[in-house]
């Protein structure tokens, strides 16, 4: 981008200046790379991003894709789900928010983190703000406390895409079909009962 280069008095390069922007950059690669796009290389206006969002958008869904192609394909995965914004526990609640036609060809599946503290961790911490040769005392009080509160937090973590699995929208249209037959069916034994129930 038109780099300019700052002289000292004894012929040394100290800096390059950006010749969009004015910015002065301490190297000539650096001040080459300023106000162009990080992912097409034409200008971009860097006082408001250093990337062209519709490139950021194309980057995004290029790796998405990679991922995807990459994960392991899981059989019978049931949930959960995230759906844009929005968090399903199973494949109807899934199917109740989006039209089979809508979902995509593969998606992520979700894992569960519940919070850990680890005593280890908690001292090595503690340490690092210690002198040199600091030891600390046992305390098995607080290792049971650690044990008492994960457990107690077991069920309070989160949900994440777990980019290394993902699942169909065949076989989650096809397992859905059929639970769909097996309730019709279901619903036709039990009014046939119910028949000779009357009778």
Not at 37 to 51: H, K, L, N, P, Q
Not at 68 to 93: H, I, M, Q, S, T
Not at 98 to 124: S, T
Request: some cysteine; glycine content about 6%.
């Amino acid at each position: 981008m038109n780099v300019r280069t700052l002289y000292h008095q004894n012929g040394k390069v100290e800096a390059c200046l950006c010749g969009k922007c004015g910015r002065i950059w301490v190297s000539f690669e650096s001040a080459e790379r300023c106000c162009k796009c990080s992912y097409c290389g034409e200008f971009c206006d860097w006082r408001e991003s250093v990337a062209h969002l519709a490139c950021q958008d194309r980057a995004l869904r290029e790796s998405e894709a990679k991922a995807l192609e990459k994960a392991e394909l899981v059989e019978g995965y049931d949930g959960p789900f995230f759906w844009g914004d929005r968090f399903c526990l199973d494949v109807d609640e899934l199917l109740e928010r989006a039209d089979g036609a809508e979902l995509p060809e593969f998606g992520f599946c979700v894992a569960y983190q519940a919070p850990q503290l680890n005593y280890a961790d908690i001292v090595e911490n503690v340490a690092s703000e210690m002198h040199e040769d600091w030891e600390p005392n046992d305390a098995p009080e607080l290792e049971k406390a650690i044990e008492l509160w994960n457990a107690a937090n077991a069920q309070n973590g989160t949900y994440f895409e777990d980019r290394k699995r993902k699942w169909s929208r065949a076989d989650l249209l096809r397992r859905a079909s059929h639970s769909e037959e097996d309730t019709r069916e279901k619903s036709k034994e039990e009014d046939r009962q119910q028949g000779e129930l009357e009778r």
